[in-house]
C-alpha cells in the first residue's frame, strides 16, 4: 500500500512541477510543460543546441535537468529506495529554486510562485510521508 501512495505522490509532485505558470513579461503565461512542448518541437526542427555562454536562456539545459530528475525519482521509486527518493525530492527543490533564480528577470516572480504552490505541498508532503515511513541514515 505504502508503493501505491508513493508512486501517486511522485506522480502528482512530476504534474505539479509541469503545470507550474510562466509568464514573460506581459505576455499571456504557460506551463512549464507547453514550453517544454514548444521546445521540443523547435529542437526537432532547428536540432537542439547547447550554448554554453547563456546558460540563461539557452531552455535546452531545462530540459535535460528536469528529465534527468524525473528519471532518478522514477527509478527510486520504482525500486523503492528511500535515500534515493530523497535525493531526488531535494533535487526537484533544488532545480526549482535555480529556476526561479536565474529566470527570475524574464519570467513573472509571482505567478511562478503562487502556481507552484501544490508543489511545495506535494512534494512535502511526500518527504515527511517518506522520513516517518523508514528512519533514513545517510
Same mark, same amino acid.
Given at each position: *500500500?505504502?508503493?501505491?501512495?508513493? !508512486?501517486?505522490?511522485?506522480? $502528482? ?13 506581459? %505576455?499571456?503565461?504557460?506551463?512549464? =510543460?507547453? %514550453? ?8 526537432? !526542427? ?9 546558460? !540563461? ?11 534527468? %530528475? ?7 521509486? +520504482? ?12 533535487? =526537484?527543490?533544488?532545480?526549482? =529554486?535555480?529556476?526561479?533564480? *536565474? ?13 507552484? +504552490?501544490?508543489? $511545495?505541498?506535494?512534494?512535502? %508532503?511526500?518527504?515527511? !510521508?517518506?522520513? *516517518? ?6
Amino acid at each position: *500500500m505504502k508503493t501505491y501512495i508513493h !508512486k501517486i505522490l511522485v506522480f $502528482l509532485l512530476i504534474v505539479s512541477f509541469l503545470l507550474i505558470q510562466i509568464g514573460y513579461n506581459s %505576455a499571456p503565461s504557460n506551463s512549464i =510543460f507547453s %514550453a517544454f512542448v514548444v521546445l521540443i518541437k523547435e529542437g526537432v !526542427k532547428n536540432s537542439f543546441g547547447f550554448d554554453n555562454f547563456n546558460l !540563461k536562456t539557452n531552455y535546452s539545459y531545462y530540459l535535460v535537468e528536469f528529465l534527468l %530528475a524525473c528519471v532518478v525519482l522514477i527509478i527510486a521509486t +520504482i525500486r523503492s529506495n528511500t535515500k534515493l527518493m530523497i535525493i531526488a525530492l531535494i533535487i =526537484f527543490v533544488f532545480m526549482w =529554486f535555480m529556476w526561479f533564480k *536565474m529566470l527570475q528577470s524574464i519570467i513573472n516572480s509571482n505567478l511562478y510562485l503562487v502556481t507552484s +504552490i501544490p508543489f $511545495l505541498i506535494i512534494i512535502t %508532503a511526500l518527504g515527511l !510521508k517518506l522520513l *516517518m515511513t523508514k528512519k533514513v541514515s545517510f
